[in-house]
């Protein structure tokens, strides 16, 4: 799990287990018991700005899910230019393709 300030602690704060994340975001397709379980799993990490959170290539070992803030998704091209593919932010899941597949990141 991450987030962008704060404490690293092992349970998650009441307002991410029992209110409304974003619409549509993966954690507000769980019912609260379900949310729960799957914070209760992990640890909260906080990451700094700009710090990279997954490389592609690398092993897909860990799923993150945002608790707070905002993840820049990018690839570099074959002409070395950053790429945008996206933003990901609370209640969001990044990297759950690769750990399930088992196989390094794309």
Do not use: W
Not at 11 to 35: E, V, W, Y
Not at 70 to 77: H, I, M, P
């Amino acid at each position: 799990m991450a987030t962008s300030g704060g404490q690293q602690s092992g349970t998650p704060p009441d307002h991410f287990t029992k209110s409304k994340i974003l619409p549509s975001s993966f954690l507000d397709l769980l019912t609260a018991g379900q949310r729960i379980a799957l914070l209760e799993l992990g640890s909260i990490r906080v990451y700094s700005p700009s710090q990279i959170l997954m490389r592609e290539g690398n092993l897909g070992d860990i799923v993150v899910v945002i608790l707070r803030g905002l993840a820049k998704v990018v690839v570099v091209s074959e002409g070395g230019k950053e790429v945008l593919l996206g933003f990901r932010g609370r209640g969001d899941l990044i990297g759950e393709m690769a750990v399930l597949s088992s196989r390094a990141r794309p």
